[in-house]
C-alpha cells in the first residue's frame, strides 16, 4: 500500500515555464516531507525539504508549498530548464518508525 | 568525499540463487537504509541498519537480511531469488538517524532475475 500517491506521472513543460507537482498523504504522523531528484542511471538526491509547522519553503527555483489540513503537498519548480530534466519524488517520514515513504514518481520533460 | 558506492553495478542471477549487495557509506555516516526500486516506480523501504543491528524494516519477507559492519559500511543479502526481485537496489547514508536527517544515495546495483 503506497502511502505517498503522486501526480502528475510525467509531464512536459517549455523552457522558462513552471512544473507543478502533488502529492497527497493519509498517515498523519508524517513529520517530514522531502522530494528528491533522481536522473537516469543515478540514485535520488535531496532537493528541499520542510516540516509541517510552515505552509511553503523556497530555495531558489524549487518551492514546496504544503497544506496540513488537506494533507497535500507540492513541488514548483519556476523557469523550468532543460537541465531539470529529471524523475522526480515526494516522500514522508514519521518520528514514529523514521521509515520514508516515496511517491511513484514524476518525469518531468523540460523543452528548450 | 566518493559519497555513497555501491557494488557491484549490475548483476544477473537465476531463480532461486542467493546474492549479496555491498554499500559503504559516505565518509562520517553512520546509519545505512536499503530501498528496493523497481523500473518506473518509487524507492520502497527494505531496512535501516545503525550501530551494527536492523532498527527498523519495511515490508519485505525474511529472505531479505542484511548487516553492518563496525566500519559502518552494509550488506543486503537476498535468498531464493524470484523473478519479481528484479529491481535497483539502493543504499542510503546519514549521520543519526532522526527524522529529517538527509539521506544521501549511491548510485544502486542493477539486479536482474531470469
Known amino acids: 500500500q503506497q502511502q505517498v500517491k503522486q501526480s502528475p506521472q510525467s509531464l512536459i513543460v517549455q523552457k522558462g515555464g513552471i512544473s507543478i507537482i502533488n502529492c497527497a498523504y493519509e498517515?498523519?504522523?508524517?513529520?517530514?516531507f522531502p522530494w528528491y531528484q533522481q536522473f537516469p542511471g543515478k540514485g535520488p538526491a535531496l532537493l528541499i525539504a520542510?516540516?509541517?509547522?510552515?505552509s511553503e519553503k523556497k530555495e531558489g527555483r524549487f518551492t514546496i508549498s504544503f497544506n496540513k489540513s488537506a494533507k497535500q503537498f507540492s513541488l514548483h519548480i519556476m523557469d523550468s530548464q532543460p537541465g531539470d530534466s529529471a524523475t522526480y519524488f515526494c516522500?514522508?517520514?514519521?518520528?514514529?518508525?523514521?521509515?520514508?515513504?516515496f511517491g511513484a514518481g514524476t518525469t518531468v520533460t523540460v523543452r528548450a | 568525499d566518493a559519497g555513497v558506492t555501491q557494488s557491484p553495478t549490475h548483476l544477473i542471477k537465476t531463480r532461486g540463487q542467493q546474492v549479496t549487495l555491498r554499500c559503504s557509506p559516505k565518509?562520517?555516516?553512520?546509519?545505512v537504509s536499503w530501498y528496493q526500486q523497481a523500473l518506473g516506480q518509487g524507492p520502497q523501504f527494505i531496512f535501516q541498519?545503525?550501530?551494527?543491528?536492523?532498527?527498523q524494516r519495511g515490508n519485505f519477507p525474511d529472505r531479505f537480511s542484511g548487516h553492518q559492519f563496525p566500519n559502518y559500511s552494509s550488506e543486503l543479502n537476498v535468498n531464493a531469488l524470484l523473478l519479481g526481485d528484479s529491481a535497483l537496489y539502493l543504499c542510503?547514508?546519514?549521520?543519526?538517524?532522526?527524522?529529517?536527517?538527509?539521506?544521501?544515495f549511491g548510485p544502486g546495483t542493477r539486479l536482474t532475475v531470469l
Open positions: 542510503a547514508s546519514s549521520f543519526g538517524h532522526e527524522v529529517g536527517n538527509e539521506q544521501f
Open positions: 516522500a514522508a517520514e514519521s518520528s514514529n518508525d523514521y521509515k520514508l515513504s
Open positions: 498517515n498523519t504522523a508524517f513529520d517530514y
Open positions: 541498519y545503525y550501530e551494527e543491528e536492523e532498527r
Open positions: 520542510i516540516r509541517p509547522d510552515v
Open positions: 565518509s562520517g555516516h553512520d546509519t
